[in-house]
């Protein structure tokens, strides 16, 4: 829904150029704007950005009022969120750390969380609720005790709104 508009191409059965095109869910209706149309295939641009998230019905008329309708044609969605890595290859007795940028497009809980090759629990380096935009955390390649890490591959795993993913982070002593 953070995309200002989306163009969709509509396949049927002898469409009129002159037919319209809208998509609808309970009592809001977006209606389309036909790009190109031939017999069988159609063009429409439809304004979706802001509009409410979850599927929307297609319904098609023709200049004579016959109309089609497919349920559930579109699902509006927000953007998957995503994690930034910089300096993802860490000496953390130089004072070296990693930037973990997460962006997420819908607000909610963001927990980070560093774990071993074998899934041992490392540090839990943020867990909050937060606004959708970007949250920027750093790891300093200490433990949640308080020590510092042992040299290795550690497995950072981020979860959010449409956020799951797991990403890795090198320390060399």
């Known amino acids: 829904n953070s995309n200002a508009s989306g163009d969709f191409t509509v396949t049927g059965d002898i469409f009129s150029t002159l037919a319209t095109a809208k998509l609808v869910q309970g009592l809001t209706t977006i209606a389309g704007t036909i790009l190109s149309s031939n017999d069988q295939t159609m063009t429409v641009s439809f304004a979706t950005q802001g509009q409410s998230l979850g599927p929307w019905d297609l319904t098609v008329v023709n200049p004579v009022g016959i109309s089609g309708t497919l349920a559930s044609a579109l699902f509006i969605d927000f953007q ?38 074998r899934g041992d629990l490392v ?39 449409k956020l799951e993913t797991v990403q890795k982070i090198v320390v060399i002593k």
């Open 80 to 117: 998957a969120g995503s994690i930034l890595l910089t300096d993802n290859l860490i000496r953390p007795r130089l004072g070296e750390r990693t930037k973990i940028d997460v962006t997420i497009y819908n607000s909610g809980t963001v927990k980070l969380q560093l774990y071993t090759l």
């Open 123 to 161: 540090a839990t380096l943020f867990n909050q609720d937060i606004v959708a935009g970007t949250q920027t955390v750093y790891w300093d390649g200490k433990t949640a005790q308080g020590n510092k890490a042992a040299s290795g591959l550690y497995l950072l795993h981020a979860v959010g709104p």
